[in-house]
């Protein structure tokens, strides 16, 4: 298997970031109620599934930092916060973690493998970075489609998800 770039890596997490904060705004301009009113998704509601979003990236960077776990298992993780804005402020601070740690990554850094258990398995997993680190990014931007997917059948008016037209790309 090849290695990851760290300058993918870089765009990725600037990627996540402005996505984010596209999101948190769409969010922002629901009230609560609709914000957490089922909606037959798989983790319920915009909130919930959100809620897991920052429960994930706090697991898959704590494997990568070093640095503190979400602290609370995959279910808890569903109410780690409890309005938009709280969400808005945590995920601005897991953001920047995220690309503090992708400022940093090498290319020495990207190879080899990373060992973990891994709760959803059950077991013990070792496997490439190249793939776990893919696998971050590549969590984020499904679950973020289901969030955008809800957001638009809320009647929010949401805003560009194309790579291509992130600011600074082209």
Known sequence: MQTLDPQWVRMM???????NEA???AMESLPPAELTKDRGAFFGSILATANHLLWGDTMWISRFDGGPGPGVTAKGGLTLTLTAAVWG????RLDGRITAWAEAAT???LTGTLSW????AKRDIVA???LVVTQ???HQTHH?????AMLTAAGVKTEDTDLFLMPGML
């Open 107 to 109: 290319a020495v850094s």
């Open 89 to 92: 402020a945590e995920r601005f």
């Open 136 to 138: 971050m990014f590549n």
């Open 144 to 148: 973020r489609g289901q969030i955008h």
């Open 13 to 19: 997490a600037r990627y996540n970031r402005w996505q």
């Open 23 to 25: 999101m948190g705004r």
């Open 117 to 120: 258990y891994s709760g959803a």
């Open 128 to 130: 490439p970075m190249m």
